[in-house]
């Protein structure tokens, strides 16, 4: 059974640049959700998807975007990109249907901004 | 007021002890849920375990138990029988239904405990 993926595992930019992550759920799961984790930081909530659309976000700027596909997999996209934005993004996927499914989570990918 | 409190920043435990870490939460709504994970250097985040606000009973899995206590909003962590792979950060997190709706919610993150086990 395929858990959550993350493609890339690194990435390197300069600021002003756009960068893509992608992620495939773990088999079953329809929702999709993405954190940003600063260094020595817990995870921080961006947004979530279900059913190809946004369904929550949380306190990020427009710069990031995100898109789900039918078959459930997801990016994030992050324009103009800042220094500030370097960190590790990660991917969490769980069934949509009840409220108290877990977030299983992929390995992240790591950003950096220079 | 921060919703995930961790207080212990770091721990050094000895191999084979039992270990204990703290997770305090602050909620007004009688309906969440409290998880904990494990993140090792290599950056994944593990779930470990999951504490319904309802469940009459603490949650075990394994080596990982939930000491939890409702009326004083903790949520510790205990892992029994520590060994050398349980170095790695440790994040409690909650899911509050005032974060979303038909469910889902997000989680939010304490600041975690980096635990370090001792041969």
């Known amino acids: 059974d395929a858990g959550v993926t993350q493609s890339p595992t690194h990435l390197i930019k300069t600021r002003g640049q756009q960068v893509t992550l992608r992620c495939s759920p773990k088999s079953g799961h329809d929702t999709v959700s993405w954190y940003q984790q600063a260094l020595g930081q817990g995870p921080q909530f961006i947004f979530q998807y279900y059913e190809e659309e946004e369904r929550q976000r949380g306190n990020f700027p427009d710069r990031f975007s995100g898109h789900q596909f039918p078959n459930y997999s997801s990016e994030l996209n992050v324009n103009a990109l800042l220094l500030g934005d370097s960190a590790l993004y990660l991917c969490a996927s ?19 901004v220079l | 007021a921060q919703k995930i409190t961790q207080t212990q920043p770091g721990m050094f435990v000895q191999e084979k002890e039992a270990v204990t870490l703290d997770c305090t939460y602050d909620t007004s709504d009688p309906s969440y849920g409290l998880f904990w994970y494990k993140q090792p250097s290599s950056g994944e985040m593990i ?73």
């Open chain 2, 47 to 119: 779930f470990l375990i999951y504490q319904g606000s309802y469940d009459q009973q603490n949650a075990t899995e394994g080596r990982y138990s939930l000491n939890f206590q409702k009326a004083r909003k903790s949520a510790n962590l205990v892992i029994s029988a520590s060994q050398l792979g349980d170095s790695a950060m440790y994040f409690c997190a909650m899911r509050d239904p005032r974060d979303g709706y038909f469910g889902n919610e997000k989680l939010t993150f304490g600041t975690g405990t980096r635990l370090t086990i001792i041969p």
């Open chain 1, 94 to 112: 769980s069934l949509g249907a009840g409220n108290t499914d877990t977030q299983y989570f992929g390995p992240g990918t790591r950003l950096t």
